[in-house]
Every structure is written in structure tokens, then in C-alpha cells.
Nanobody, 114 residues
């Protein structure tokens, strides 16, 4: 069973920063791609950022220039650095990883107060 465990969610004021972590129970070299998604109350889960095994990245338009996705292969961990946070960034953030199927973490809450 592949496990992904998110951490780093918190309550932060608008303009602040957070770094989310996604620790994998296996070598993240195994994943062809990994990503961060978020789901706000009453809304569908949406892609925030993704990174491939070769290091290519893509970002959703609302977070471009503010968020940075990265991975530390030695620590089997993926990160999401979030700067200049806005109240509309409030959501549960999930990480996922793609093998023959997609695996999801349990989520971590990010709340941005105005």
C-alpha cells in the first residue's frame, strides 16, 4: 500500500507563507508525476501544481508566481511553498502521486484569514 502523508497546513494571515510537505512511503522516483490539489468548501477539487519525474512543473493560473512545487528525492518528499497567501487559498490541500494508479494523501487544512 502506497502512503502519502501531508503536513504543514495551518491558520495564517493574508500575505503570509506556508510550506506544505508530502512524505511518501516509497521512493518518489517511482512516481511518474506528483501534484498538489485543493478543495474548498462547496467546491470541486482542483489542481494547484504538478511536477513530473523529470522535474517539469505546471501551475494553476491563480497561484502562478506565488506557489512553488518541488521534490526532494533523497527525503522522498514533495513540497509546496506558498507565499503571498490570500483568503481564497483557504482549502484542504491534498497531494497525489501517479504509479499505475493515482494515490492520494489524507489532506491538510490551510486557512488564510483576511
Amino acid at each position: 500500500q502506497v502512503q502519502l502523508v501531508e503536513s504543514g497546513g495551518d491558520l495564517v494571515q493574508a500575505g503570509g507563507s506556508l510550506r506544505l510537505s508530502c512524505a511518501a512511503g516509497i521512493s518518489i522516483f517511482s512516481f511518474t508525476a506528483m501534484g498538489w490539489y485543493r478543495q474548498a468548501p462547496g467546491k470541486q477539487r482542483e489542481l494547484v501544481a504538478a511536477i513530473t519525474s523529470t522535474g517539469s512543473t505546471n501551475y494553476a493560473d491563480p497561484v502562478k508566481g506565488r506557489f512553488t512545487i518541488s521534490r526532494d528525492n533523497a527525503k522522498n518528499t514533495m513540497y509546496l511553498q506558498m507565499n503571498s497567501l490570500k483568503p481564497e487559498d483557504t482549502a484542504v490541500y491534498y497531494c497525489n502521486g501517479r504509479l499505475s494508479r493515482v494515490y492520494w494523501g489524507q489532506g491538510t487544512q490551510v486557512t488564510v484569514s483576511s
